[in-house]
């Protein structure tokens, strides 16, 4: 871990012991005799950015609505800022949403679409004037203030809608897959502008995805679903690297998973025939079955591999060139393992399709969880 990591993590530790910004307890939620949420907790602290992580269907997005009060939740409370919003229309809470499909006005130019909530009292004509152009410069689209939705691409759409959303000056943003419907690489450029924009402003922010690089890339934690459970509460480097349950380590990331089981010998496992060294399994008991897990770049090929305990002869099935990096496919019997190192080690390594090289992974580096799990 670097020292920038320690440090972080050290201010998000000292941040759980205050007072909660957005503080969720116990949520569930029902449609009819469907279970979409149960007994979900979370506690965010003010201007922490948090992704909602899962595969569809998982209930990320009816959390999302939960606390938006668009479905609100059967049981459980939710407060912001002190205050318990649970039963709250959504015109009673404090919050700016981005939704997938954006929902601009067609008939409205850039600068309406911004201005559409900037209403009442509090927002006389030239507050909102200011506000709009203020936010128009925030976001790079100055020069398109009196274009409609239709004249701009895809990615200054979700400028405007995010910029709408921020216009009312919310203590909370929510962003529904608010990168989905974009090309990869609008996608990438646009998810720095959110995280930047986010850390200027210092909003409380809540983003649905179930894109893992997206999440991991953004957030300050993670909340990875499954079946409207929480699986897993964490950093991006804790869920990636100490995996709460399989299911966290299957959907995060790639890995190799395989079934194992425990032998007489503090730590040691087979899989398929192989023995490996897995520090995750010392103290449980001989004869347990597990399902383990290897991230690819955990693998150790040829001269790298012969000083690690379980070094096994393995054949290379085939190489794909990923350009920094090369992903081979190994096997040993029904044992098979992924392997991604950079394509110098991969020559250096001579492990071309067909040929044999000794492969192996630290001790350290393989996570078992319980096979029922």
Known sequence: MTALDTLLQGGLRRAATQDPYLDIAAVGKQFGTFVALKDVSLRVQEGEFISFLGPSGCGKTTLLRAIAGLDPATTGVIRQAGRDITGLPPAARDFGIVFQSY???????????????LRGPAWPAKRVKARVAELLDLVGLAEHALKYPAQLSGGQQQRVALARALAPEPGLLLLDEPLSALDAIVRLHLRQEI???QRRLGVTTIMVTHDQEEAMAVSDRILVMSRGHVQQIGTPEEVYRSPATAFVASFVGRSSAFDAVVQAAPGSITAHGVTLQAEAARGLLYGT??????RPEDVRLGVAAAGLPGAVPMTVTHLEFLGPTCRLSLERGAFRLEADLPPDQVRDAGALPGAEVLAAVPPDRIMVFPADE
Not at 103 to 117: K, T
């Open 103 to 117: 929902a601009l006005f067609p008939n409205f130019s850039v600068a309406d679409n911004i201005a559409y909530g």
């Open 289 to 294: 079955t597990l399902r383990a897990f290897v």
């Open 195 to 197: 995280r930047d924009l």
